[in-house]
């Protein structure tokens, strides 16, 4: 956080992910079935240079960060098995879109069904695969962080999208608050939950960071809904009212909880 928000947007303004040249719908029939995917590591998303469009969020560089990937399923739908990464990473895309015509710089810390470790790193590939993800979000000098997954529970009856905020984080619950009273809005589920704080790596990277969980994947209905784009493209819509409504907010916004030091992380699995 050495350099300030104004010489960081100076900096990064302008910068956008390519907009991946394969279909959408294509990667996502491949992330979401069955079938076990070849591990593919990959260090970096690719990431270019672009001039977006001016808009309300003009000068905002926003980490998108589709969770797991790879090896890594994350929550799988107990009706239909599909694991949450394929579905995580259509909501980014759609959002990216979204976020970009507002004019928002947009960087992706993964484009494709791949996790962002080695196939046998010196360290826990879990951990490897985060370390990198927090690597491309400071290099590209993001200013706010929206990590997206879909959400699992041993009870059937859970449902509805749940935020979450670096526990103590003023600047973090702020967001958080401002995200998930967008999705009760738009989303209009039968939950409606308040944005908590938790422990993720992910929000730990001293910016403004939610985890949104985006609904239930253990929930027959919401996991039917999760599955159609319509409402994924719903989910899209609403993470950008969310983040409108936060740009919106008067007054000087908290500063963000400091970086955690992970270079003490064990080595080993
Ligand atoms: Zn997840």
């Not at 309300?56 to 009706?79: K, M, N, S």
């Not at 759609?94 to 484009?111: D, K």
């Not at 000098?141 to 699992?152: A, D, K, P, Q, R």
């Amino acid at each position: 956080m050495g350099e300030g928000i104004a010489g960081r947007v100076r900096l990064m303004k302008g910068i956008v992910l390519a907009a991946s040249a394969l279909c959408t719908s294509a990667l996502f029939l491949c992330a979401g079935g069955n079938a076990v995917s070849a591990f593919t590591a990959q260090e970096s998303a690719p990431i270019q240079e672009t001039t977006a469009p001016a808009g309300l969020l003009t000068g905002l560089v926003i980490a998108l960060d589709p969770g797991h990937g790879g090896y890594d399923g994350g929550a799988v739908g107990r009706v239909s098995g599909t694991p949450e990464k394929g579905l995580n990473l259509d909501v980014a895309n759609r959002t990216r879109r979204l976020l970009m015509e507002q004019g928002a710089a947009v960087v992706l810390t993964r484009t494709d069904d791949y996790a962002l470790c080695d196939e046998n790193p010196p360290i826990r590939k879990k951990l490897q695969d985060m370390q990198r993800r927090a690597a491309l979000i400071e290099e590209n000098g993001c200013g706010l962080v929206l990590s997206i997954h879909m959400n699992e529970y041993a009870g059937r009856s859970e449902s509805g999208p749940q935020v979450f905020y670096r526990e103590g984080c003023p600047a973090g619950r702020l967001l958080a608050g401002a995200m998930q009273e967008a999705m009760i809005d738009c989303l209009q589920p039968r939950t409606k939950r308040e944005a908590l704080g938790g422990d993720y790596y992910i929000l730990t990277l001293g910016v403004p960071s939610v985890l949104i969980e985006c609904g239930f994947l253990s929930n027959r209905e919401e996991e039917a809904l999760l599955l159609t784009g319509e409402y994924r493209e719903k989910i899209a819509a609403s993470i950008v009212q969310g983040v409108l409504a936060w740009a919106a907010l008067e007054g000087e916004k908290p500063q963000p909880l400091e970086k955690t030091d992970r270079s003490d992380e064990p080595r080993a699995e």
